[in-house]
């Protein structure tokens, strides 16, 4: 979940996915802002040292129905036109940026924390924006992402991934570290839990992989395997141990702190045994979170379950997708929630013929697709934030006959 700064590109893995137009960018968009700030070399290792507990109460909506904020739009005023969006309509959640793309947290930290080098001025009082939420009772999601990270792969090479001595970056000059290091993980792990300390309810994980295409050069990049470095498994095996240990690792932690824990994972990752080179296994990741969060945007899958143009088809895709999502989690002891990433932007990038302009019918679509399948809950995933006006969000359990 990324931000725009113009119509963009989406560059998805494996055949199943569409690789990126003429603009780099990622799986949801996301385009670069302005240069990454320098972050300390020195990461201290109180990394849990941080202000107390909030005061604030909110309720667990019937059925989490969510946006995504990015930092900028939460520290402006565009937060109080989403903020009314959502109170006019049946939305309820919303999901904010706390660390975001490129490594940064989205709001200003005590001068003493160890994430003030990388803390930006987006949002200038969190607590005052939780407030807000509170009192309208908008659900509110810190969103983390984990292991796409430039910031922290610069700081630290060896945490991340290098090839001939420099960090190795991809395609959008976009660095990751290394999910197989604990201290990568304490690292994301910490500003989980100011954010909970903050007052979110619930901390969504995203890009919580490998890098896309990764098992074309696990070989190639030097890397630490820390305490896998010595398993008998295979490759792919020990980067779906690693990414499944983190997701479990970091429920552990924040559960003194009474939050809820969701994951963002690729759609596609549910129709595989797991995604050999990024290392997601839905069913396992699914195992250790309170809520799974697929990534199902029509416009981010090729000719697939049948369908050939599937971002013409926003019903009949979602539809045919949660097919196969029902089957994997009914096989599960214990189920998360699913809420679902759905789309609210136009594809234009995909060529004529193979997308279709994305408004209210679209998004519509979408959200019954779910509905008929049991799904409830759903997040609409715009990166600038401009989202579809007059969209009924309503359940259908919810609407008259």
Same mark, same amino acid.
């Given at each position: 979940m990324?931000?725009?700064? #113009?119509?963009?590109?989406?560059? =998805?893995?494996g %055949? %199943?996915?569409?690789a990126?137009?003429?603009?780099?960018?990622d799986e949801?968009g996301t385009?670069k802002?302005?240069p990454?700030p320098e972050?300390?070399?020195?990461?201290?290792?109180?990394?849990?040292?941080? !202000?107390q507990?909030? /005061?604030?109460?909110?309720?667990?909506?019937?059925?989490v129905?969510?946006i995504?904020?990015?930092?900028?739009?939460?520290?402006?005023?565009?937060?109080?036109?989403? %903020? *009314?969006?959502?109170?006019d309509?049946?939305l309820?959640?919303?999901?904010?940026?706390?660390?975001?793309?490129?490594g940064?947290l989205?709001? *200003? #930290? /005590?001068p003493?924390?160890?994430?003030?080098?990388?803390?930006?001025?987006f949002?200038k009082?969190?607590?005052k924006?939780?407030?807000?939420? /509170?009192?309208?009772?908008?659900?509110p999601?810190?969103?983390?992402?984990?292991?796409k990270d430039?910031n922290?792969? *610069?700081?630290?090479?060896?945490?991340s991934?290098?090839?001939?001595?420099k960090?190795?970056t991809?395609?959008?000059?976009d660095?990751?570290?290394?999910?197989?290091?604990?201290?990568v993980?304490?690292?994301?792990v910490?500003?989980?839990?100011?954010?909970a300390k903050?007052?979110?309810?619930?901390v !969504?994980f995203d890009?919580?992989r490998?890098?896309e295409?990764?098992?074309?050069?696990?070989? !190639?990049?030097a890397?630490?395997?820390?305490?896998y470095?010595?398993?008998k498994e295979d490759?792919?095996?020990?980067?779906? !141990?690693a990414? #499944?240990?983190?997701v479990a690792?970091?429920r552990e932690?924040l559960?003194?702190?009474?939050?809820?824990?969701?994951?963002?994972?690729f759609?596609?990752?549910?129709?595989?045994?797991?995604?050999p080179?990024i290392?997601?296994?839905?069913?396992?990741?699914?195992?250790?979170?309170?809520v799974?969060?697929?990534? =199902?945007?029509p416009?981010?899958?090729t000719?697939y379950?049948g369908? /050939?143009k599937?971002? #013409?088809?926003?019903?009949?895709l979602?539809?045919?997708?949660v *097919?196969?999502?029902n089957k994997?989690?009914?096989a599960l002891?214990?189920p998360?929630?699913?809420r679902?990433?759905?789309q609210d932007?136009?594809?234009?990038?995909l060529?004529?013929g193979n997308?279709?302009?994305?408004?209210k019918?679209?998004?519509?679509?979408?959200?019954r697709?779910?509905?008929?399948?049991?799904i409830?809950?759903?997040?609409l995933?715009?990166?600038s934030?401009?989202?579809?006006?007059?969209?009924?969000?309503?359940p259908l359990t919810?609407?008259?006959?």
């Amino acid at each position: 979940m990324r931000r725009w700064r #113009t119509s963009g590109a989406a560059i =998805i893995i494996g %055949m %199943m996915l569409l690789a990126g137009g003429a603009i780099a960018a990622d799986e949801k968009g996301t385009f670069k802002e302005r240069p990454v700030p320098e972050l300390s070399k020195e990461i201290p290792k109180n990394m849990t040292r941080f !202000q107390q507990g909030s /005061e604030l109460h909110f309720s667990y909506p019937d059925a989490v129905r969510g946006i995504y904020v990015t930092g900028h739009s939460a520290g402006s005023t565009r937060f109080d036109r989403l %903020m *009314k969006m959502v109170e006019d309509t049946e939305l309820n959640a919303m999901v904010i940026d706390i660390k975001d793309d490129l490594g940064n947290l989205t709001y *200003k #930290t /005590e001068p003493d924390s160890p994430y003030a080098r990388i803390s930006q001025p987006f949002i200038k009082d969190p607590k005052k924006l939780l407030k807000k939420m /509170e009192e309208k009772q908008i659900y509110p999601i810190a969103r983390v992402v984990v292991f796409k990270d430039t910031n922290l792969a *610069k700081a630290k090479p060896e945490w991340s991934f290098t090839e001939g001595g420099k960090v190795w970056t991809n395609g959008n000059g976009d660095a990751f570290v290394n999910p197989f290091m604990k201290e990568v993980w304490d690292y994301n792990v910490g500003i989980a839990i100011e954010a909970a300390k903050m007052g979110f309810q619930e901390v !969504q994980f995203d890009y919580v992989r490998f890098p896309e295409g990764f098992e074309k050069r696990d070989k !190639q990049l030097a890397y630490s395997m820390g305490k896998y470095e010595h398993s008998k498994e295979d490759f792919v095996q020990r980067r779906v !141990q690693a990414v #499944t240990d983190f997701v479990a690792y970091a429920r552990e932690k924040l559960k003194p702190y009474g939050v809820k824990v969701s994951v963002d994972i690729f759609g596609y990752s549910a129709t595989l045994p797991e995604a050999p080179g990024i290392g997601q296994n839905f069913s396992k990741i699914s195992e250790n979170v309170d809520v799974i969060s697929s990534m =199902i945007y029509p416009s981010h899958w090729t000719s697939y379950f049948g369908i /050939e143009k599937p971002d #013409t088809e926003p019903y009949k895709l979602v539809t045919e997708y949660v *097919k196969v999502e029902n089957k994997k989690l009914k096989a599960l002891k214990t189920p998360p929630l699913s809420r679902p990433w759905l789309q609210d932007f136009t594809a234009s990038w995909l060529g004529t013929g193979n997308y279709r302009p994305y408004g209210k019918e679209e998004v519509e679509a979408q959200i019954r697709a779910l509905n008929e399948n049991g799904i409830n809950e759903f997040l609409l995933w715009n990166a600038s934030n401009n989202y579809t006006s007059n969209v009924d969000y309503t359940p259908l359990t919810g609407k008259e006959d």
